[in-house]
């Protein structure tokens, strides 16, 4: 038997050789073009520094689609285009405050202070107090918490007081596990009578930045005013509650004009051997209104830029369709993913895959997958390649916010999400430190090498 | 034959199985001790910013020897002493200058100017030229470069200009291929008669800070002057050389004091099964002159006495005696290093395991580890535990400068460096901004866990 099979396992053998040497080839010129071509990094420069925060409705975004469309058209696709979709138009309305001060209280143990200003954001897509709101804070440490105490809210602010946990080793197990406080919070406290509702960030950060992000309301129940609130500023108020009444005057101005237009902006390179078949890459243009967007989600944008450039440099023609998509307003809508969505299905297009770029420009460690187990395995048989990269840590689970409404149409499209190193995510998440100065241009380059690398064998193969 | 063997079986994988599942009961106490109670960080800005720079022969070195035993001690060890050494003593001895200037020239084709500052800084152990030297610029490529031009450079600066390779995935790579011209540059130089050298500074960062490192001179060949550029100075001055001469003025103080005393500072916690086999576990103390050493290697200072304390914190007592040792003089000499292999050897200690950190307090990624065959394997079976901890990535080769003369006599040590993602590491690396500011707290305590989740199945294991 041995002798029978020998020759057949031999020519097996070589071919899959032949073919990983071709692949490692290609890769090694894919990751000369972008770690010494790369326009990434000064794309993200314009971007950030030119254009700056790009929320959903604001004259901003209007600006970052032009540039969008005006820069994947200079890295050379066959075709860009942009997919108009209705957004919400949220605007923080002026600059939100809140200062604590002592209520008198004969009992209160601690020195004399007069009034403290807190660090503090309104959350996105929250109504404003428009006047000074006054109230007594009342913290709760978890939604349990909160029912316990459900009898003594009514009239007052309820602080969420809810931490990040620090012995998750992935950030966003931490943030998944908190970030129910602002999305849900203001609902559950207004349930009970709450007047406005604090958050503290979600965030591992050493600074006292406040972290927007944005929260849900219930049509019946009363919408109240939000906000987050720095990490020292918490800590501080915390402290203090233990040892006296506290009460905050709080102000804010967010409020809804009408829907507005926006756009998802496309870029296509025409597969050779399979048109028909759609393989998506892409980050959302939208950031919040408080920062530069850089890690979130500029970085993605110009990561997804990045590969088509490199593929048109490198004349690399792709067998399937790429589809390169800037997405409209991920932060306070999805607009611009659910459209995309709606209109491939309505075309009836093929989606095989689809790659997204949105957990920050960090140094790249692998990648979310969520697909059939035969899709799975494909991909992970290609962990060889993409660990040299330094991207091999392949997972089950992931995608990303723009991409998921693809995946929910039951046609079997595999997503998949860039994993860059989660530490420091949450220090410029949705705060004003999420600057182009917060992002370093190896590790981003190396994010939309992986990424690259990633589509060429998902083209090649096929799932 | 099924029936025998399968009870078998099952007792051996319910054995391993009860074993593993001990061993992620400790690492996910293990876990909670650093990610919530580690004083790594605020450790790293007490010896950063109240002591700073702390080059061997300094007064900053012996503020941060007593820094060192004072908290090494309060991190509980069993005993904690100085073990002495002679050090060198390099002395930079005044602000490094150089400016550029054209040499007039009928062919020049470029407009005007008259002189301009270059960014600079002494390479360390370098010989000051004391008095302004000014000299012609014969830029050279490489070692090739500089052998076909080597008639031409006899009293003109030679400036090393190779650049740092990007298209190494891991940055230590394209350090090792540039940093011999920092080290043997001058001397090769000096050979044919050059007057200075101006090395391309070792770094892929995107600012013009020049980064200093320890050079070598050769006693029978003339010690020349020898600085390192800034990036954006060392491709203008390549430019400007593409078009017209130029001559620089450079002026350096560097020299040798006599040799003084320094010190390793070592911690022990005693074994209490096998007491004569050590493990240790180590950075280094001193660090340039021109920087806080934060990332080089304040972290990996900090991050040994972290393993103390969360040991201590833990109630854990290691089986073997683990030594943790702040090791002097690894930038300009590694006299310590050197002198704790010698104790080592006199005593005729067995020592199984020496770990070091110093690729700065990065997010971990790994280890890389100098082992035999069968002692690699046994590494290799705990990948799982420290994948969970995100250092998964254990690869062949890797040690340390100061654990390397362990590994050197013969005795079989296994030598172990942590590897950190290394995409910032040559931003900051000898460089003015390698400070406290630019290490993540996060980053820092997860290389901690990761090396004492390594010590800590070592030490119970064996090798």
């Known amino acids: 038997m041995k ?19 071709n692949d490692s080839l290609f890769l090694r010129r894919l990751t000369a ?54 957004v919400p138009h ?23 202070w007069h009034r403290k200003d807190l660090a503090v954001i309104a959350l996105g ?11 007594q804070v009342i913290e709760v440490k978890s939604f349990d918490d909160l029912e316990e ?23 966003f197990q931490a943030y998944a596990d908190a970030s129910p406080y602002r999305s849900q919070g203001p609902v559950r406290a207004a349930r009970y009578g709450a007047a406005a509702v604090m958050v503290r960030s979600m965030s591992h950060s050493t600074d006292n930045e406040p972290h927007t992000g944005a929260t849900r309301y219930n049509d019946s129940i009363q919408k109240i005013p939000a906000v987050a609130v720095g990490l020292k500023d918490a800590d501080w108020l915390s402290n203090t509650l ?59 944008c110009v990561q997804t830029i990045e590969i088509l450039r490199a593929f048109k440099a490198l004349g690399h023609q792709p067998k399937r369709t790429i589809r390169f998509v800037l997405f409209a307003n991920e932060e306070n809508g999805l607009r611009g993913g659910n459209k995309y969505a709606e209109e491939a299905k309505a075309k009836g297009e093929k989606h095989i895959f689809a790659l997204e770029s949105d957990a920050g420009g960090f ?35 992931g995608g990303g916010a723009d991409i998921g409404p693809l995946g929910r149409d039951g046609s079997g499209t595999v997503l998949a ?34 990424m690259a690398a990633l589509i060429y064998l998902v083209d090649k193969y096929g799932l």
């Open 149 to 171: 105490k459900k009898d003594s809210v009514r009239g007052k602010i309820v602080f969420y007081n809810y931490a990040f946990n620090p012995t998750f080793v992935k950030t």
């Open 363 to 397: 140094t790249p460690r692998g990648f979310g997958i969520t697909a059939s187990d035969a899709a799975f395995k494909k991909i992970q048989s290609w962990q060889p390649l993409l660990a040299a990269l330094g991207g091999g840590e392949i997972a089950r689970g």
């Open 3 to 21: 002798s029978i099979y020998l020759p057949i396992l031999f020519f097996v053998t070589s071919a899959a050789d032949a073919q990983s040497t």
């Open 125 to 135: 897509n929250s109504i404003g107090s428009m006047q000074p709101l006054t109230a």
């Open 242 to 300: 233990r040892q006296q009444k506290v009460e905050v005057t709080l102000q804010t101005f967010g409020r809804f004009l009408p829907d507005t237009t926006g756009h998802n902006i496309i870029a296509e390179l025409r597969g050779t051997e399979f048109p028909n078949e759609y393989i998506t890459v892409g980050g959302h243009l939208d950031s919040w209104d408080n920062c530069e967007g850089a890690h979130d989600d500029g970085a993605g």
């Open 33 to 86: 073009e972008v770690m010494r071509n790369s326009t990434a990094y000064e794309n993200l420069r314009v971007l950030t520094k030119t254009i700056g925060g790009r929320l959903a409705g604001s004259p901003q975004m209007v600006k970052a689609e032009q540039w969008g469309l005006a820069t994947m058209q200079k890295a050379g696709a066959d075709k860009v285009w942009m997919q108009e979709c209705q």
């Open 417 to 450: 999400g860039l994993q860059p190193d989660s530490q420091r995510y949450f220090d410029f998440h949705h705060a004003r430190t999420d600057v182009f100065e917060a992002v370093n241009k190896r590790e981003l380059e190396l994010g939309a090498l992986n």
């Open 90 to 112: 949220w605007v923080r309305g002026g600059r939100d405050k809140a200062s604590a001060k002592p209520i008198q209280d004969s009992k209160s143990k601690i020195g004399k």
